[in-house]
């Protein structure tokens, strides 16, 4: 049995500065949370190797549900992360999304933090 007490993820070298108390390279809050959620994280890393992709395309590449992609969607355009533009082919509507700057660069910022996170549990 773990006694949780004193079982931290916290590192055990004290080379890296306290942040608010707790190690940075720890430190989970680096994660951006809003691009942490599976579906968004999908619809952020298919946008980074792709120009522009439609709504449908992005249904079937992470494949999630209309509501689904809509709701993560709308939450990636609301933080600027992604880019919306919507356009008529005749009467069909089309929705295309793209990464603005601000999203790679969040997006590169949380790989980061992974990749981090990741290091550092691989080499305690």
């Given at each position: 049995?773990?006694?949780?007490?004193?079982?931290?993820?916290?590192?055990?070298?004290?080379?890296?500065?306290?942040?608010?108390?707790v190690?940075?390279?720890?430190?989970?809050?680096?994660?951006?949370?809003?691009?942490?959620?599976?579906?968004?994280?999908?619809?952020?890393?298919?946008?980074?190797?792709?120009?522009?992709?439609?709504?449908?395309?992005?249904?079937?590449?992470?494949?999630?549900?209309?509501?689904?992609?809509?709701?993560?969607?709308?939450?990636?355009?609301?933080?600027?992360y992604?880019?919306?533009?919507?356009?008529?082919?005749?009467?069909?509507?089309?929705?295309e999304?793209?990464?603005?700057?601000?999203?790679?660069t969040?997006?590169?910022?949380?790989?980061?933090?992974m990749?981090?996170?990741?290091?550092?549990?691989?080499?305690?």
């Amino acid at each position: 049995m773990v006694d949780r007490s004193t079982h931290s993820l916290r590192s055990r070298d004290s080379s890296s500065p306290p942040v608010d108390g707790v190690e940075a390279d720890w430190r989970l809050d680096g994660l951006d949370r809003l691009i942490h959620e599976r579906v968004r994280l999908g619809i952020m890393s298919a946008l980074s190797v792709n120009d522009a992709l439609a709504f449908q395309e992005l249904k079937e590449i992470l494949g999630a549900t209309d509501g689904n992609l809509s709701v993560h969607a709308r939450k990636l355009e609301q933080a600027g992360y992604v880019a919306c533009k919507k356009t008529f082919s005749g009467r069909t509507p089309r929705t295309e999304f793209r990464l603005t700057e601000a999203g790679r660069t969040a997006l590169e910022g949380y790989l980061e933090a992974m990749e981090a996170l990741i290091r550092r549990t691989r080499h305690g």
